[in-house]
Every structure is written in structure tokens, then in C-alpha cells.
């Protein structure tokens, strides 16, 4: 069975343009997850979607982060437009709807360097 | 207040031999799940182990085991026989009823040592 798939794996950009990082979860996934990992940190949540609609968003700097999932199956984040303190690993997570232990499976992460 | 704690930032410890690796957490409610995390320097996070708040023995899958010991609220990774592809940050993570993403700790960076 294939993970959580990732792209890209790493992206540079200057400030204040945009980026977009792809997620595809785990097949029959339901929740998929965006987590931001700093350097030295443990990852924080930016949103959470059950299915095409984001649950727990409370946290995603909406001035200048959005996010979809369109179908309720691939997910995109964008950052427009990106500042140096994004700089930092976006980890994508899904989960299937297990009410019990919800493992959740992470994907490789794109790391991003804003210049 | 922090939720989970990790105070450890390093570790070392010695091919095959044993370490465990601290975590407490903080929280009111009765019903939770702890979950044990390993990110290699290639940067995926692989789910070791869990732990449910009201499983009555401490969880293992092969060389890992967990301490938890709930009336301490700790929960701490036992790995048994360490070994040199055991390096890695490991991450003590939560998730509370009504909120289904995790909260994390800092980390421990554990080295094994030939």
C-alpha cells in the first residue's frame, strides 16, 4: 500500500512569492491533515479536513495561507505571498475514520527555504 | 502550559543496549491516546507505538515498549537493543477527545553509539 505521497520535496523561493505544496493521502484516508514543523520543534497543526470540508482550520494564518481539498481525496496549501519566517518543513497526514486509536501516517514533507 | 514535554533535547546510549526516552503530558481529559514518533534525518515521521489512556497494559511492538504509568502522566519509549539505524529525533505526541490532530513534543535526538 503507498504512503502518503508528498511534492515537491523541497522548494526555494524568494520572499514574497507564492508556493503551493501537493499531498495525496493514504487511499480510503478520509482525514488528512497540514502540520508546520520548525527547525528543532515538534509539527503544529495548521488545518484539519474530514473528507472535502476543513474541520480545524484555528490555527492557519489565513492572511496569507489557504488551503483545499477538493473531492475530498488530493490537498493543496499555498502561501502567497511567502515571507522569510515560513521557512520550515509542511507535513501532510492522513488518517482513516477509526474513532479508536486514528494512527495517523505522515508523508516525507516538503521542506521550504524563503530567501 | 505545555501539553507534552520532553525533556531530554539528546541522548546517547550504546549499540544493543537499552534507553528510554521521557515524556509527560498534561491533560484534563479522561479519554486520550499517546503516540510515539520517529523522524529520521530524511525527515519522515514513522508511528512507532500507541498507547490508549484506557488500556490496561503498557503497549509493545517488538523493540519498543512504552512506560506508561498514567496516575504520573508519563509515557515514556523503551527501545530494547538499540541499534546504529536507531538514531533519529523521536517526537511523544497526544491527541485528545474532540480534537483529532496531535500535539507534540520537542523531541528527543537519540544516538546510538557502535
Known amino acids: 500500500e503507498a504512503g502518503v505521497v508528498q511534492s515537491p520535496r523541497y522548494k526555494i523561493i524568494e520572499k514574497k512569492q507564492p508556493v503551493a505544496f501537493w499531498c495525496n493521502p493514504i487511499?480510503?484516508?478520509?482525514?488528512l491533515y497540514w502540520y508546520l514543523q520548525n527547525l528543532g520543534q515538534g509539527p503544529e497543526l495548521l488545518i484539519r479536513y474530514e473528507n472535502e470540508e476543513a474541520v480545524d482550520d484555528s490555527q492557519l494564518p489565513k492572511d496569507r495561507f489557504s488551503a483545499e481539498r477538493l473531492k475530498g481525496v488530493d490537498s493543496t496549501l499555498k502561501i502567497q505571498p511567502a515571507e522569510l519566517g515560513d521557512s520550515a518543513v509542511y507535513l501532510c497526514?492522513?488518517?482513516?475514520?477509526?474513532?479508536?486509536?486514528?494512527?495517523?501516517?505522515f508523508g516525507p514533507g516538503t521542506r521550504l527555504l524563503v530567501l | 502550559a505545555q501539553k507534552i514535554t520532553q525533556t531530554q533535547p539528546g541522548m546517547f546510549v550504546q549499540e544493543k543496549e537499552a534507553v528510554t526516552l521521557d515524556c509527560t503530558y498534561d491533560t484534563s481529559d479522561p479519554s486520550y491516546g499517546l503516540f510515539w514518533y520517529k523522524q529520521p534525518s530524511s525527515g519522515e515521521m514513522i508511528f512507532l507505538i500507541y498507547?490508549?489512556?484506557?488500556?490496561?497494559q503498557n503497549a509493545t511492538e517488538g523493540r519498543y515498549s512504552l512506560n506508561f504509568q498514567k496516575a504520573r502522566k508519563s509515557a515514556n519509549l523503551v527501545i530494547s537493543a538499540s541499534q546504529l539505524g536507531d538514531s533519529a529525533m523521536y517526537f511523544c505526541a497526544m491527541r485528545e477527545t474532540g480534537r483529532r490532530a496531535l500535539t507534540f513534543g520537542s523531541g528527543t535526538r537519540l544516538q546510538v553509539q557502535p
Open positions: 497526514a492522513s488518517s482513516p475514520d477509526s474513532k479508536r486509536q486514528e494512527t495517523q501516517y
Open positions: 487511499s480510503g484516508h478520509n482525514t
Open positions: 498507547q490508549g489512556s484506557y488500556d490496561q
